[in-house]
Structure formats: C-alpha cells, structure tokens
C-alpha cells in the first residue's frame, strides 16, 4: 500500500506563498494515479484543490486556479503544491492524496496557518 | 461543477442501530463514480466505498454502497462503537472533484 507525507512550513504570512511537498513510498509516482492535494479548514469540510499525473498533465479547482500549481518531482519520488497570496481563508489542514477509482490513500495531513 | 448535498447533517444512533446516509447531486454522476470517506477526530479521512457500491480493501462488510444517477446511500448495517464519526460523499466523474458536506454520525 502506498503511504503519503506532507511535509512544509507550518505557518505562512498573509500575501506569501505555500509550498507543500508529499513524499510517496511503497510505490512509485509514475504509476497509472493522478496524485493530488485536499484541504480542510478548521472544524469544516473536505475541499479539493487540484492533481497532477506523472505525464505533468494537471486539472485544478477553478476556484483556486490562478494561485495554483502542483509539480512532481520523479527523481524523489514526490510531489508538490504551491499555492500564492495566501489570506487567512487559506488556514487548513492539507493533505496530499492519491486518486485512481476516486481518492484511494490519504497523507496523514499538515495545518498550515497564515497568520502575521 | 457538481454540487453534493449529504442528508442529515446528524444523525443519532446507538451502537447495533442501522445508519443510512444521503447523497444528492446537482446533477449526474458520471459512471457511477461516487465515493464515502470516513473521517474521525483529528484523523485522516479513509475510502470506504468507490464506484458507488464497491468495498475499498480492508473494509468490513456491514458498509454497502448503493445508487447511481443523482442519488446514492451509505448504509452501515449495524453500527460498531468505532463506527461513530463523519462521512463525505465525493464525485470523482467530472472536473472539479467535488465532496459533500458531510455527515456526523454521533452516539444517540
């Protein structure tokens, strides 16, 4: 079974940017999956925000588009997420994922806050 | 984009109690392509079902899956105490992938 882990900066200031990695193990990234990022506001529900494929094709959230890019890396083995001008709304947990018949294994989650 | 509203926002059931959860979408889901995640305290969420009525690996069988079109249920036949948590519907037919609200299943 393929584990996640999101690793990254746990606090980010208002108007930078977040980055996020997740490291993949027990299999490779170039594997037929798209891999991909969720977020979780405190206390609220599951929002998508986008993946990629190993080909570099992605798809994201139109509402988080113009902020957004996801990368991989197949050297590591891993995958990234960037996402610009953050404001406090951007406050989540972020989890990194990997879809095939919809998501199939979930990263165990980071809190990003962006606070001053 | 394909809007996912989840019936009731609660519900209160005992331990051995039947729990049956709703899906509605804005509009079809294509091939079926319906999933539950679970999701407890401070944890993860955690695939139950894919393609609207298929079993991820490892889960136990009181969890069925059932619908297709724009209407589809969860029903956990007889609630185990580690059962208590919230449950996401999510569509994965048509870009952007979208969840439901959720529902918590809470101890009555």
């Known amino acids: 079974q393929v584990q996640l882990q999101e690793s990254g900066p746990g606090l980010v200031k208002p108007s930078g940017t977040l980055s996020l990695t997740c490291a993949v193990s027990g299999g490779s990234i170039s594997s037929s999956n798209w891999w991909g990022w969720v977020r979780q506001p405190p206390g609220k529900g599951l929002e998508w925000i986008g993946e990629?494929?190993?080909?570099?094709?992605?798809s994201y959230n139109p509402s988080l588009k113009s902020r957004v890019t996801i990368s991989v890396d197949k050297s590591k083995n891993q995958f990234s997420l960037n996402l610009s001008s953050v404001t406090a709304a951007d406050t989540a947990v972020y989890y990194c994922?990997?879809?095939?018949?919809?998501?199939?294994?979930w990263g165990q989650g980071t809190l990003v806050t962006v606070s001053s | 984009e394909i809007v996912l509203t989840q019936s009731p926002g609660t519900l209160s059931l005992s331990p051995g109690e039947r729990a049956t959860l709703s899906c509605r979408a804005s509009?079809?889901?294509?091939?079926?392509?319906l999933a539950w995640h679970q999701q407890k305290p401070g944890q993860a969420p955690r695939l139950l079902i894919y393609g609207a009525s298929s079993r991820a690996t490892g889960i136990p069988d009181r969890f069925s899956g059932s619908g297709s079109g724009t209407d589809f249920t969860l029903t956990i036949s007889r609630l185990e105490p580690e059962d208590f948590a919230v449950y996401y519907c999510?569509?994965?037919?048509?870009?952007?992938?979208?969840f439901g609200g959720g529902t918590k299943v809470e101890i009555k």
């Open positions: 990629i494929y190993h080909s570099g094709s992605t």
């Open positions: 994922a990997r879809s095939r018949a919809g998501i199939e294994d």
């Open positions: 999510q569509q994965y037919g048509s870009s952007p992938l979208t």
């Open positions: 509009q079809s889901v294509s091939s079926s392509y």
